[in-house]
């Protein structure tokens, strides 16, 4: 499974916003039966984002902030046969986007907040999620084109694939200038006068369901997700 958050959290609903989905096409996100794309940043739940498109007057003067029209997330596949007008599947209109690591733009972008579920299109048997909903929440997911939960305060938990390097209790969070949709700590002294904290290091564990050469008994990465190593981080959020 796609997801670098713990269970052990603490937040008021208020600070979750509801308006974005993850920015992509059909294939960006997560399938549960391709051993490739069972976590990757775009469809991972714990992943930092950013804002990408929040405009709601696009170019073709839709007002509206559900698009019925082309969807590039859509899971119908092929639409343009004879007989098929188009794909009416709704999805979000604003748009978010895995924050960015380079150094470019570094530690100074804005961030929105963390996702509090993944992105994901088909379960481990292949079946899309689009016609099992109750299993598509089991998971904690959200379809391709929905709007995707981001947490901007509060206490979390997250594993190591959600930071850059392994951060220190009492750091400062910042966005990763090196890694995509991660964070990075540094010592509160260290902090520039341009650099963006969202949030302080409150707490570091470690916890292990790799076995059998660095997989679960599934076979895959399990639930600490792709690039994890077994440690966690409990966190506050703070972000503007």
């Known amino acids: 499974m796609a997801i670098r958050l713990l269970p052990f959290r603490d937040y008021d609903e208020h600070d979750v916003v509801n308006l974005y989905r993850m920015d992509g096409v059909k294939g960006d996100f997560i399938d549960l039966s391709d051993s490739g794309r069972r976590s990757n940043v775009k469809g991972d739940a714990g992943v930092f984002v950013k804002v990408k498109n929040g405009a709601l007057t696009p170019a073709n003067g839709d007002w509206d902030p559900v698009d019925i029209g082309t969807n590039p997330s859509s899971l119908l596949g092929k639409t343009d046969y004879p007989h098929v007008g188009r794909n009416v599947y709704p999805q979000a209109t604003l748009t978010l986007q895995p924050t960015e690591g380079?150094?470019?733009?570094?530690?100074?972008?804005?961030?929105?907040?963390?996702?509090?579920?993944?992105?994901?299109?088909?379960?481990?048997?292949?079946?899309?999620?689009?016609y099992n909903p109750i299993k598509k929440d089991e998971l904690f997911g959200v379809l391709p084109g929905e709007a995707v939960p981001v947490l901007s305060k509060g206490m979390v938990t997250?594993?190591?694939?959600a930071f850059d390097g392994a951060p220190a209790v009492g750091q400062a969070l910042v966005p990763s200038p090196h890694n995509d949709g991660c964070a990075s700590g540094i010592a509160y002294a260290s902090v520039g006068a341009n650099d963006n904290v969202i949030g302080t290091v409150l707490a570091s564990g470690f916890r292990n369901d790799e076995i059998n050469n660095g997989t679960n008994v599934?076979?895959?990465?399990g639930l600490m997700g792709s690039g994890n190593n077994g440690d966690y981080y409990i966190v506050k959020l703070n972000c503007a």
């Open 218 to 221: 599934f076979g895959n990465d």
């Open 158 to 161: 997250l594993n190591s694939a």
């Open 102 to 130: 380079s150094a470019e733009v570094g530690m100074s972008q804005q961030v929105l907040g963390v996702t509090l579920r993944q992105t994901v299109e088909k379960d481990e048997n292949g079946e899309n999620l689009l």
